[in-house]
């Protein structure tokens, strides 16, 4: 149980395109998904926290702009990269909360390349 | 604000040896977790420690949490292949922070015959 679920798994598109990503809980409803960043060989930064039917709220230094995140239903989170540039390539990963619990699960992450 | 710091950051071993990663964190965290990553893959949960002195043991891997010392530990015993991976810890805040994680560094673990 507790499947969390990424698509794509990978995506290579042009600068100044939009992509994208969507994060699905598919055995359990998710109060909260969480989005991270991870650069090759470094660690995983969080970029927002996602609740179901509200806006996001981002770290630090992410531009809410660029990075639109929506958590439209208990099992769907999405990400959207707007105007990628080769910068914005990286490896995206989200999780997510069961309800009242504790424990994220993660998603098997997006490999964006930007070219 | 929470920050976690993971030493070593790169760990080459023998087979057969038994080593130690260290996880320091900054202020409260109510939870520490383990996780391991492969090559080109998402996280792994190894362990979630809640209380001081908590220890768990899966395989080869033993957990613990030293709250006082804001320090947890994960030990190696006689290590084989299978473990090369990067190993994370993550520390849990709480409070207004309630479900983010913050990550250290990551150990890269590489074991050699």
């Known amino acids: 149980g507790a499947v969390v679920s990424q698509h794509p798994s990978w995506v290579i598109c042009k600068s100044g395109t939009s992509v994208k990503i969507e994060c699905r809980s598919l055995d359990f409803q998710a109060t909260t998904m969480f989005w991270y960043r991870q650069f090759p060989k470094q660690s995983l930064m969080l970029m927002a926290t996602?609740?179901?039917?509200?806006?996001?709220?981002?770290e630090q230094g992410v531009e809410k702009d660029k990075f639109l995140i929506n958590h439209a239903s208990l099992t769907l989170s999405t990400l959207t990269v707007t105007s990628a540039h080769p910068e914005d390539s990286s490896f995206y990963i989200c999780s997510a909360s069961q309800t009242f619990t504790d424990t994220q699960y993660f998603g098997p992450g997006t490999r964006l390349t930007v070219l | 604000e929470l920050k976690v710091e993971q030493n070593p950051l790169f760990l080459s071993m023998q087979e057969g040896k038994n080593y130690t990663i260290y996880c320091n964190y900054s202020?409260?965290?109510?939870?520490l977790y383990w996780y391991r990553q492969d090559p080109g893959k998402s996280l792994e949960s190894l362990f979630v420690l809640l209380s001081n002195g908590a220890v768990k043991q899966e395989g080869r891997l033993m957990a613990s949490l030293d709250t006082k010392a804001r320090l947890s530990t994960l030990h190696i015993t006689a290590a084989v292949h299978d473990l090369s991976a990067t190993y994370f810890c993550?520390?849990?805040?709480?409070?207004?922070?309630?479900?983010?994680?913050?990550f250290g560094q990551g150990t890269i673990l590489t074991v050699h015959p």
């Open positions: 993550a520390g849990h805040a709480g409070g207004t922070s309630y479900g983010k994680l913050t």
């Open positions: 202020t409260t965290s109510d939870r």
């Open positions: 996602s609740n179901e039917g509200s806006k996001a709220t981002y």
